[in-house]
């Protein structure tokens, strides 16, 4: 049996899942890759605590001896966070290693770079565990998809907030509520904003949607919006009407570019998405010729990140004997789609229909005038429900659903209607998707 | 750009959407694969009634010019078939072509000597489309799950049964009415045989149980059942205990062997596999290190199948610069699970919870000579219910849902049952999986 040597940057949750799994499940990876696979070297900061003298393999503290390690064929960087994982992950390529990284904020805001690096000394840099964990959806769009134009994407790629948003909806409780246990559980960390504004799932969907439409990473191009304005009155509002709030990350290709945005969104009830209860992500795909298909599984975790970086190792020591060209080709260098032809598109251009919760005094003629604005902004209605039974001191919420607008028509009609008398407060705006795209 | 030239055996539904994806996504799949495409030839038994000169490639009869063309490098087989479909492609791979097909029935029964052939020739013999059409399931199980071992498969793979079943389960018709209807939409052939009976879900998990374990194909070995006994009633009794019935392929490991079988089964109403409507298809993994994962789409047709054809069609294209050894290795010719290792168990030895309706006479004394009778073939009861309202003629069903049994001890069990003076008729038993293996 051959072997081939590996380094672990990083002995935390994923890197001690990933020995584990090594260990636990050697014989089915030899297996299938024909290699045995030893890990050499792994890096940790500190090391106390942890009876090194127990490990098979050298427990060390200075990371740049791992990358540098001529008798090491394949780097692991599972430490997270910008630095030192970029400069590691640099001098590792430059050593002529491969390279395989679970760390989303990483690659969304400087995988281009990195990218270019592996591509033109012919490496891999994979990172299938950045995005949805233990959902294989990197290798999904790279190479399944391969034969389709896809036209978007659609996932539940934040745990914590799933967590959330399903207990909100199946309890009826409220954020705060909510997010304090999901603290208590170890779900949400003890700064969860990342989770909750949204900047977890942009860094995701950031990477997808460059996969998807070969288009360069652009994390700073993301429209986002975070869970934390989301009601449970808005949540049975969407029930009734046939629909469930989730958080989605959505990449959805137009004539003239492409959305890219994170948000709370109505989704048909019947949607495939609306079964993903609690911590679970899913990723939806829509390609020109598949049609419409879904990826389901674990987010995050020990062993599910395990999963998907052992997958990426196992590819990587298949490619160890092939004098190939690296696959990453297809990651945003692409010639036929650049900045130019598909450029991401700003706000004021996305499309979307909408739910529209208006809290307005309970007078005759209100409604005529509201209805005449939206006319006149060419906006069509789905639907108005009067929330009668939630009318306090003679103010009752309309909850309004929209065709598909454009959403600087929208941003008109509302500044309008918020301008009324009878108009208390802002407009509650959530999107709706049907994916039909 | 780099130029393949490619053949195809059989111009029907799949053909012609696997020439019409390759010249609709052209530039995205030049992108991906970095060659461009031609389709040089193509294989019809009768061209009349189709235009061929308006046609951009050599539109022949003779399969067996295509497969020793030496200006041909990949053969797409998707005429389906046993012959000539299994001589043509031992042909190609004599001639040195990777081959792609969308044969399930070839591969199911065929597989293990032409998988032997490609591999000893270091050619790929790719399959993604034989299962679950437009769901990527094969390269899932070859690749994203590489670093687990695999403790269960479970799909919904045959889209004319999840029709029939679905419309069953939500408009209460009976089975007959909803296959009539299905035939006529085209959905069910006019010999719907290997739909009804379980014979085509059967060829699918063939193929996924020998990839997820690693073991020889043995389609003879699979345990069959069809859908056409499932009735209204028994969609109503389980809808009322919290299950949905699905027709599943499933395939599990065990520490003596592996179950490998096809029947309706009860499943939680929560699990995603319940969510899966119509015509679609899904698969569901579980896996030791991701967990549970799941697999969704459209399971046939022609744009998702060329789906699937062309993704094979890209990795082909891929390894043809490539020095490499096929990636058929792991495709039931390993040394660590062989037949001994890992062999198929027999249903006598397969463990199941199991629904039960025994039709009794409504007389004292009864339930207790059933339970003991259950009691004493150490079979433990879920819950028992009673349907008087279903009382007719002084006979009552009573839906017992039992634990987890091995199913000799059931039939021992309902043998006595059924000799009971007040047991009228032979007793319905379908099994129910909560996927907790």
Same mark, same amino acid.
């Given at each position: 049996m051959k072997?081939?040597?590996?380094?672990?940057?990083?002995?935390?949750?994923?890197?001690?899942?990933?020995?584990?799994?090594?260990?636990a499940?050697?014989?089915?990876?030899?297996?299938?890759?024909?290699?045995?696979?030893?890990?050499k070297?792994?890096?940790?900061?500190?090391?106390?605590g942890i009876?090194t003298?127990?490990?098979?393999?050298?427990?060390?503290?200075?990371?740049?001896?791992?990358?540098?390690?001529p008798?090491?064929?394949?780097?692991?960087?599972?430490?997270?966070?910008? =630095?030192? #994982?970029? &400069?590691l992950?640099?001098?590792?390529l430059?050593?002529?290693?491969?390279?395989? &990284?679970?760390?989303?904020?990483?690659?969304?805001?400087?995988?281009?770079?990195l990218?270019?690096l592996?591509?033109?000394?012919?490496l891999?840099?994979? $990172?299938?565990?950045? !995005?949805a964990g233990? !959902?294989?959806?990197?290798?999904?769009?790279r190479? *399944?998809?391969?034969?389709?134009?896809?036209?978007?994407?659609?996932?539940?790629?934040?745990?914590?907030?799933n967590f959330?948003?399903?207990?909100m909806t199946?309890q009826?409780?409220? $954020?705060?509520?909510?997010?304090?246990? #999901?603290?208590?559980?170890g779900?949400? %960390?003890?700064d969860?904003?990342?989770?909750?504004?949204?900047?977890?799932?942009?860094?995701?969907?950031?990477?997808?949607?460059?996969?998807?439409?070969?288009?360069?990473l652009?994390?700073d191009?993301?429209?986002?919006?975070?869970?934390?304005?989301?009601?449970?009155?808005?949540?049975?509002?969407?029930?009734?009407l046939?629909f469930?709030?989730?958080?989605?990350?959505?990449?959805?290709?137009?004539e003239?570019?492409v959305?890219?945005r994170v948000?709370?969104?109505?989704?048909?009830?019947d949607?495939?998405l609306? *079964? !993903?209860?609690g911590?679970?992500?899913?990723?939806?795909?829509q390609?020109?010729?598949?049609?419409?298909?879904?990826?389901?599984?674990p987010?995050a975790?020990?062993?599910?990140t395990? *999963?998907?970086?052992?997958?990426?190792?196992?590819?990587?020591?298949r490619?160890?004997?092939?004098?190939?060209e690296?696959?990453?080709?297809?990651?945003?260098f692409?010639? !036929?789609?650049?900045?130019?032809?598909?450029?991401?598109l700003s706000?004021?251009?996305?499309?979307?229909?909408?739910?529209?919760?208006i809290?307005?005094?309970? =007078?005759v003629?209100?409604?005529?005038?509201?209805?005449?604005?939206?006319a006149?902004?060419?906006?069509?209605? =789905?639907?108005?429900?009067?929330?009668t039974?939630?009318?306090v001191?003679?103010?009752v919420?309309?909850?309004v659903? &929209?065709?598909?607008?454009? %959403?600087s028509?929208?941003?008109?009609?509302? *500044?309008?209607? %918020?301008?009324?008398?009878?108009?208390?407060?802002?407009v509650?705006?959530?999107r709706? %998707?049907?994916?039909?795209?």
């Amino acid at each position: 049996m051959k072997r081939v040597n590996i380094g672990i940057l990083g002995y935390g949750t994923v890197g001690q899942g990933v020995v584990e799994v090594l260990k636990a499940n050697a014989k089915e990876i030899e297996r299938r890759c024909g290699y045995e696979i030893s890990v050499k070297t792994v890096v940790k900061r500190d090391w106390s605590g942890i009876d090194t003298s127990a490990l098979p393999f050298e427990c060390i503290t200075d990371a740049m001896q791992l990358v540098t390690d001529p008798e090491i064929a394949i780097v692991m960087e599972l430490m997270g966070g910008e =630095e030192p #994982a970029k &400069t590691l992950i640099e001098t590792a390529l430059k050593h002529d290693k491969h390279v395989i &990284t679970a760390n989303k904020a990483l690659i969304a805001k400087h995988g281009q770079a990195l990218f270019k690096l592996a591509r033109d000394r012919g490496l891999e840099l994979s $990172f299938e565990a950045s !995005v949805a964990g233990g !959902v294989p959806v990197i290798k999904v769009l790279r190479e *399944s998809m391969s034969g389709n134009a896809i036209q978007s994407v659609a996932g539940i790629i934040n745990g914590t907030g799933n967590f959330i948003l399903t207990a909100m909806t199946e309890q009826g409780r409220a $954020f705060a509520d909510v997010l304090a246990e #999901a603290q208590a559980l170890g779900y949400a %960390e003890a700064d969860p904003a990342f989770d909750i504004n949204g900047t977890d799932a942009a860094h995701k969907i950031t990477i997808l949607a460059s996969l998807a439409f070969g288009i360069p990473l652009q994390f700073d191009r993301v429209y986002m919006e975070g869970i934390d304005t989301i009601t449970p009155a808005d949540i049975e509002n969407a029930a009734e009407l046939g629909f469930v709030i989730k958080h989605l990350g959505l990449a959805i290709r137009r004539e003239n570019g492409v959305e890219i945005r994170v948000h709370p969104t109505l989704i048909p009830s019947d949607n495939m998405l609306a *079964s !993903v209860k609690g911590v679970m992500n899913a990723v939806q795909v829509q390609g020109n010729a598949v049609g419409n298909s879904l990826y389901y599984g674990p987010g995050a975790g020990r062993l599910p990140t395990a *999963s998907a970086v052992v997958a990426d190792l196992i590819d990587a020591v298949r490619e160890l004997n092939l004098d190939s060209e690296s696959r990453l080709a297809e990651f945003g260098f692409a010639k !036929v789609l650049d900045t130019q032809a598909l450029p991401v598109l700003s706000p004021k251009n996305f499309r979307s229909a909408y739910y529209l919760r208006i809290a307005v005094e309970d =007078e005759v003629g209100v409604l005529a005038e509201m209805t005449k604005i939206l006319a006149e902004n060419a906006i069509s209605i =789905e639907s108005i429900v009067q929330k009668t039974e939630a009318k306090v001191n003679n103010v009752v919420p309309l909850i309004v659903l &929209t065709d598909e607008v454009n %959403e600087s028509r929208l941003d008109n009609a509302l *500044s309008a209607i %918020e301008a009324m008398k009878a108009v208390r407060e802002p407009v509650r705006r959530i999107r709706v %998707e049907y994916f039909d795209y």
